[in-house]
């Protein structure tokens, strides 16, 4: 029997066929393998929650206070009013100010990041430093997608 192993593997045609075949077995426990690690369950993340300070958020404003009220710059002219929020996935919130005649659907609607709004304590006016009504009218027209 070894004999007959030994003649086996001194013929050059049955030892590349041997060698093939050994080459292909371990591409396909290879490729197995892969698909093994692929098909395995991901592992869920657990997101933890953060408490918020319920006293600290109670300061906030609401959206739906905010909206429709008037937008003036830093020299107290009024240069638009809230129309909407705007939630972004990465970006932050942005209001989206109408500008315009402030009469109705003929607005030109601009977004700006909220951020850039200073809000009055006492529920006045919203401010936009810096910003005038020109300069507003200016930025590129905000669309709603959804």
Do not use: W
């Not at 690690?37 to 592992?43: G, I, K, Q, T």
């Not at 319920?54 to 609401?62: C, F, L, N, W």
């Not at 315009?100 to 607005?107: I, L």
């Amino acid at each position: 029997m070894c004999e007959g192993s030994k003649v086996l593997a001194e013929d050059p045609a049955t030892e590349d066929i041997m060698t093939h075949s050994r080459s292909r077995k371990l591409s396909l426990t290879f490729a197995f393998f892969v698909l093994c690690l692929a098909a395995s369950p991901a592992v869920a993340q657990e997101i933890g929650l953060i408490a918020a300070d319920t006293k600290e958020v109670a300061k906030g404003y609401r959206a739906s206070a905010l909206q429709l009220k008037n937008v003036v710059n830093d020299k107290g002219e009024r240069i638009g009013r809230i129309d909407d929020f705007v939630f972004g996935p990465d970006e932050g919130v942005f209001a989206v100010l109408a500008v315009g005649s402030f009469v109705g659907p003929t607005d030109h609607l601009v977004a700006v990041p909220f951020r850039s709004l200073k809000l009055d304590a006492h529920g006045g006016d919203i401010v936009l430093p810096g910003a005038s009504r020109t300069a507003l009218q200016k930025l590129p027209v905000f669309l709603y997608s959804r």
